[in-house]
């Protein structure tokens, strides 16, 4: 009896050793996916729910150990998207689905984009975002307020530069996020001093300013100049006389502008009134609001495109010079 003992206490330690080796090499082993993989928690998921969902999704088929890990570390897991790189250990896992990192899918909306154009931008990583959705809540006052914008739309206030959308993100929320950027740049601007923000008025009067700027000219070191001609402008009366707030009006992005435009009596045509149009043109970015709040120190009053190839611009302070750079520059485009 004693020697069976001994025999069976022997198996017994030899088969401990054994269920620990291969339950240490279950729980240090690593995920099954060879490519990153998108998973969704649900809220109120279970360990076995969680367990389950990444089975389903070929994360991680070893449920039993899922389980016990969790059984003996706790995780506080939270809901979300989730993307899971491969070969992730089930602490690596288990410490993405505790951070609330949600999934992003990144998009850069580029400066001087009208609102409209933005779901272009947007359907490379939402293809089913809503345009009509997207343009009725751009257009809607009461939204706008609600987000704290005193305006009748929210052109101008979607401010652009490359954002970490939530993956799951839809019309309304990328909206709140771009908007909130924007007033986040407002409440930075606001605190400078000795910028135009007195003269201008207000934050809605600064981004009208500054979509046209960002129109004129995708050169930042010019952008103070020709806001400097606009200030010029608007403090003598003189209307700004900007061929793209014409385009605005009837979204003539390119080609010729007619006659019958520039006659247009919509008071975005700052080529027939003077002062600032209703609202902005565009979404300006950082650098066209900063050159409307601080624009250069010139007596220019005029500016014409040199179409030399350069993108840049002749300034001058009276018709007379202007009209000569006007003659320069058709020479420059071979007419």
């Known amino acids: 009896m004693k020697r069976f003992f001994s025999i069976f206490l022997v198996f017994i330690a030899i088969f401990a050793v054994f269920a620990g080796f291969q339950c240490k090499k279950r729980l240090n082993?690593?995920?099954?996916?060879?490519?990153?993989v998108l998973v969704e928690i649900p809220k109120g998921s279970s360990?076995?729910?969680?367990?389950?969902?990444?089975?389903?999704?070929?994360?991680?088929?070893?449920?039993?150990?899922f389980k016990v890990w969790n059984k003996i570390h706790k995780p506080a897991l939270k809901a979300g998207w989730y993307e899971i790189p491969p070969r992730q250990s089930l602490e690596q896992i288990a410490a993405l689905l505790e951070s609330g990192k949600n999934a992003v899918r990144k998009v850069t909306i580029p400066e001087g984009r009208a609102s409209w154009e933005i779901p272009a931008y947007l359907k490379k990583a939402f293809p089913d975002l809503n345009e009509d959705r997207w343009n009725a809540l751009v257009q809607d006052p009461k939204f706008a307020q609600s987000l704290g914008v005193e305006a009748n739309s929210l052109e101008g206030?979607?401010?652009?530069?490359?954002?970490?959308?939530?993956?799951?993100?839809?019309?309304?929320t990328i909206i709140k996020q771009m908007v909130a950027a924007n007033l986040k740049l407002r409440n930075e601007m606001k605190d400078k001093p000795g910028s135009m923000w007195a003269t201008l008025g207000d934050w809605h009067r600064?981004?009208?300013?500054?979509?046209?700027?960002?129109?004129?000219?995708?050169?930042?070191?010019?952008r103070p100049l020709i806001a400097g001609v606009f200030h010029n402008r608007l403090r003598i009366g003189m209307p700004l006389g900007a061929d793209p707030t014409v385009r605005?009006?009837?979204?003539?992005l390119t080609g010729p502008i007619y006659k019958s435009q520039l006659n247009s009596d919509s008071p975005y045509n700052t080529r027939k009134f003077k002062g600032?149009?209703?609202?902005?043109?565009s979404n300006p970015g950082r650098k066209a609001i900063e050159a409307a709040l601080f624009p250069a120190d010139t007596k220019a009053?005029?500016?014409v495109a040199k179409d030399d190839g350069s993108g840049t611009h002749f300034f001058s302070t009276n018709l007379s010079d202007h009209n000569k750079y006007k003659d320069v520059a058709a020479k420059n485009r071979g007419e």
Not at 48 to 60: H, R, T
Not at 206 to 222: I, R
Not at 248 to 252: A, D, E, G, K, V
């Open 206 to 222: 600064v981004l009208t300013l500054a979509s046209v700027v960002e129109e004129e000219t995708g050169k930042v070191d010019e």
């Open 47 to 65: 360990a076995a729910k969680v367990s389950q969902i990444l089975e389903d999704k070929g994360v991680w088929t070893d449920g039993l150990a």
């Open 301 to 303: 009053l005029y500016f």
């Open 248 to 252: 605005f009006i009837f979204r003539n």
């Open 157 to 172: 206030y979607l401010l652009p530069e490359t954002y970490p959308f939530p993956i799951d993100a839809d019309e309304e």
């Open 276 to 281: 600032l149009m209703p609202g902005p043109i």
């Open 29 to 36: 082993a690593v995920s099954n996916n060879e490519t990153t």
